[in-house]
C-alpha cells in the first residue's frame, strides 16, 4: 500500500511488483503532475496507466466520468479497478488495450503518459502519432522521459512543436494540437501575387513602349 498528497489531495494506492514503480509513486510521474493544471472542462487519457496514479489524482479534481484510463497490462489494469474503488471513485473508464488501439474517442483535451523509455522507440512512436489523432485541437499531449532528443523531434515533426521543462532530472513535454492552417488560402494568395505581378510587368511595357515613340 502506498500513501501519497499530490496536489493537496490524500490518495491510497495497492501495488504490487507485477507493475512499473511498486515501492513508490515514480518521480517521473511527478515531475509531470507538477507541470499539470487540470481544469473543469477537461477531458483526459492517463495513456499507460499502471496502477492509476494520474487518472486517479484526475477523477478527483474533474468529473471522473470525463477520465479514461488505459493500460496493457492486465495486472495494471486489475490494480487500477481496487485503486479506483479504494480511493471512491466512480465511473471511470479503464481499458486494457496495447496503446491506443481500443480507445474509440477522439475528443481527449489531455493525454497524459509516462512511456517506458528504457525499450526501443516504437512504444511512444505508437503514443505520439496516435494520441495526436485522439487529441481535440487545442488539446495537449504530455510526455515525461529521462530522453530528450528523440522525443523532442518526435513530437515536432507530430504537432509542429513542443514546450520541453526539465525537473528533478526528467524532461517534461507539452505538445499542443493545433489547427492546420489552410494551404488553399496559400496557394490562392500566391495566384494573386503571380497575377499581379503579371499586370504589373505588363504595365511597364506599355509605359516603356509609349516613352520610345
Not at 511512444?124 to 529521462?146: A, D, R, W
Request: proline share 2%; net charge positive.
Amino acid at each position: 500500500m502506498i500513501e501519497a498528497n499530490i496536489k493537496g489531495i490524500d490518495l491510497k494506492f495497492h501495488t504490487d511488483e507485477a507493475v512499473f514503480s511498486p515501492k513508490g509513486i515514480d518521480l517521473g510521474t511527478l515531475s509531470m503532475l507538477s507541470q499539470v493544471e487540470f481544469e473543469s472542462e477537461d477531458k483526459v487519457l492517463d495513456l499507460g496507466c499502471g496502477y492509476g496514479v494520474v487518472g486517479i489524482l484526475a477523477s478527483k479534481i474533474i468529473d471522473s466520468e470525463n477520465v479514461v484510463m488505459c493500460d496493457i497490462s492486465k495486472e495494471a489494469i486489475l490494480l487500477t479497478r481496487q485503486n479506483l474503488i479504494l480511493n471512491g471513485i466512480e465511473n471511470v473508464e479503464v481499458i486494457c488495450s496495447n496503446g491506443l488501439d481500443k480507445i474509440e474517442e477522439s475528443d481527449f483535451t489531455l493525454i497524459l503518459s509516462n512511456p517506458p523509455y528504457h525499450v526501443d522507440f516504437s512504444v511512444p512512436k505508437n503514443f505520439i502519432e496516435k494520441g495526436f489523432q485522439k487529441l481535440t485541437i487545442s488539446g495537449k499531449m504530455v510526455m515525461v522521459t529521462k530522453r530528450k532528443d528523440w522525443y523532442k523531434n518526435k513530437l515536432v515533426s507530430v504537432f509542429g512543436g513542443v514546450q520541453i521543462i526539465e525537473t528533478n532530472g526528467y524532461f517534461v513535454f507539452i505538445a499542443q494540437k493545433r489547427e492546420k492552417k489552410s494551404g488553399s488560402k496559400t496557394r490562392n494568395t500566391n495566384k494573386l501575387s503571380k497575377k499581379l505581378m503579371r499586370k504589373q510587368i505588363k504595365k511597364n511595357k506599355k509605359k516603356s513602349n509609349a516613352n520610345k515613340n
